[in-house]
């Protein structure tokens, strides 16, 4: 199952996500699971798919105000250079012998369609993105609860059991301001962006094929699968996981390939009007458009 949240003049909606568009979640349901975090917490899943077989879309997939899928997440977390490339901002540099990890704050997101803000000048002119796959920490193994997907030091044979799906992530960077700090860099309000949905991992039958092709202005500037990455998704989850105590709804964002505009030679930063579109395979299609900020 697919779900999204978007926003209308109530506040906050949730919805299912289909290919003919999205079914808005009402009455008592819609008390019950205001959000897909909600949803993952409550374990609401059979609850919305029952309730929704059969019903007809309410909206158009392009016709509503979209909101990060995990909006309302207690933990953003990102893990920087996780596949082979030219680093944006050091150049070439060896593979990491750890895990390097950095959050994103509230407001650095939007939700898919919505536009991407370029940053003030100076800052403007290394302005970049990233496609990335997010992993949703939730019960998605046997023996898992909401209460108890996540935790301490999760062992790498268990980690799928505790992650309830999958989103994506444009991790929108101003390389420049990394030199600073690396999360100056990464925090820019409206700077990167989530969507469109949140797809149950039950619908992945291989994670490890999964394919991310990003496109700006329709040409393919990055294209990888899961089973590119330096550190696998078990052995992130392990590593997060001694760190910091994960629960429902926590997300993970779990790197990019080569092809970003730092990574580029000649490097091509994004610009006032681009059109950016990130797609993973089993989960849908980002789009974005750079506006003036």
Same mark, same amino acid.
């Given at each position: 199952?697919?779900?999204?949240?978007?926003?209308d003049?109530?506040?906050?909606?949730?919805?299912?996500?289909?290919?003919?568009?999205l079914?808005e979640?009402?009455?008592?349901?819609?008390?019950?699971?205001?959000?897909?975090?909600a949803?993952?917490?409550k374990?609401?899943?059979?609850?919305?798919?029952?309730?929704?077989?059969g019903?007809?879309?309410?909206h158009?997939?392009?016709?509503?105000?979209?909101l990060p899928?995990?909006?309302?997440?207690?933990?953003v977390?990102c893990?920087?250079?996780?596949?082979?490339?030219?680093h944006p901002?050091?150049?070439?540099i060896?593979p990491?012998?750890?895990?390097?990890?950095?959050?994103k704050w509230?407001?650095?997101l939007v939700?898919?369609?919505?536009p991407?803000?370029?940053?003030p000048?100076?800052?403007?002119?290394?302005?970049?993105y990233?496609?990335?796959?997010?992993?949703?920490?939730?019960?998605?193994?046997?023996?898992?609860?909401?209460?108890?997907?996540g935790?301490?030091?999760i062992? =790498?044979d268990?980690a799928?059991?505790?992650?309830?799906g999958?989103t994506i992530?444009?991790?929108?960077?101003?390389?420049?301001?990394?030199?600073?700090?690396?999360?100056n860099?990464k925090?820019?309000?409206?700077s990167?962006?989530?969507g469109?949905c949140f797809?149950?991992?039950?619908?992945?039958?291989?994670v490890s094929?999964?394919?991310? =092709?990003?496109?700006?202005n329709?040409?393919?500037?990055?294209n990888?699968?899961?089973?590119?990455m330096?550190f696998?998704?078990?052995?992130?989850?392990?590593?997060?996981?001694?760190?910091?105590?994960?629960?429902?709804?926590?997300?993970? %964002?779990?790197g990019?390939?080569?092809? %970003?505009?730092g990574?580029?030679?000649?490097?091509?930063?994004?610009?006032i009007?681009?059109?950016?579109?990130?797609?993973?395979?089993g989960v849908?299609?980002?789009k974005? =458009?750079?506006?003036?900020?």
């Open positions: 199952m697919k779900l999204a949240c978007y926003r003049n109530r506040g906050p909606r949730l919805g299912v996500y289909t290919h003919e568009g079914i979640v009402a009455g008592d349901l819609a008390e019950t699971y205001p959000s897909i975090r949803v993952i917490e374990s609401g899943f059979a609850d919305i798919e029952s309730w929704a077989a019903r007809e879309v309410d158009g997939l392009e016709d509503v105000e979209y899928p995990l909006y309302d997440a207690e933990k977390i893990v920087g250079v996780n596949y082979p490339k030219r901002v050091d150049g070439e060896p990491p012998e750890n895990i390097f990890l950095f959050n509230e407001g650095a939700g898919h369609l919505q991407l803000i370029q940053p000048s100076p800052a403007a002119d290394s302005f970049d990233e496609g990335e796959l997010v992993l949703v920490i939730g019960p998605g193994g046997p023996g898992v609860t909401p209460e108890t997907a935790g301490r030091a062992p =790498k268990r799928f059991d505790h992650i309830a999958y992530l444009n991790d929108g960077s101003v390389r420049e301001w990394q030199k600073h700090g690396v999360p860099g925090n820019f309000t409206g990167g962006a989530s469109p797809v149950t991992a039950d619908e992945i039958a291989d094929a999964m394919e991310l =092709k990003t496109r700006l329709g040409e393919q500037v990055q990888a699968t899961v089973a590119d330096i696998d998704i078990p052995t992130i989850i392990n590593y997060v996981s001694t760190i910091v105590h994960l629960r429902s709804g926590d997300i993970i %964002s779990t990019s390939p080569a092809g %970003s505009g990574s580029r030679q000649p490097q091509r930063f994004l610009r009007g681009d059109e950016l579109e990130i797609e993973w395979s849908g299609c980002l974005n =458009k750079v506006v003036k900020g």
